[in-house]
């Protein structure tokens, strides 16, 4: 029976827009898209993607934490990305940080118009192996 992973600090959100931040099946946890998004008012700049970046995958890794995994244990991930050529330096920067290595997951880049975040420039789906 798959099972829904909320974080504690995610729950109304989860509520209010009717979603799972995750959902378990088997030993397949599957995350639904973070979006790295700058501040109202935010100037772009390297700085700022990165500063984006960074929480999106922290929120992705606390989700997993939930389910009892990490970043480390993720095994496909997906960028739908707005103009990705004005971030995927800082954005990769990010990714490095939480994703070292020596493994590392499959990731597929998608060029898209617009997210849900109209701040948002990526959002990121994570499938992760944790075994139960």
Not at 67 to 83: C, K, Q
């Amino acid at each position: 029976m798959p099972e829904m992973i909320v974080p504690k600090s995610l729950r109304e959100r989860t509520e209010d827009l009717q979603y799972a931040p995750a959902v378990r099946a088997g030993d397949m946890v599957f995350c639904s898209g973070v979006i790295a998004a700058l501040k109202e008012g935010e100037a772009p700049s390297d700085e700022a993607y990165f500063r984006a970046a960074d929480e999106a995958f922290a929120e992705i890794d606390m989700i997993l934490k939930e389910a009892g995994g990490s970043l480390a244990d993720v095994v496909d991930m997906t960028g739908y990305h707005v103009e990705f050529e004005k971030h995927m330096g800082p954005l990769f920067e990010a990714k490095a940080k939480w994703m070292p290595g020596p493994f590392f997951s499959c990731y597929t880049l998608i060029g898209i118009s617009a997210l849900y975040n109209p701040l948002g420039f990526v959002e990121l789906k994570a499938r992760a192996y944790i075994p139960a």
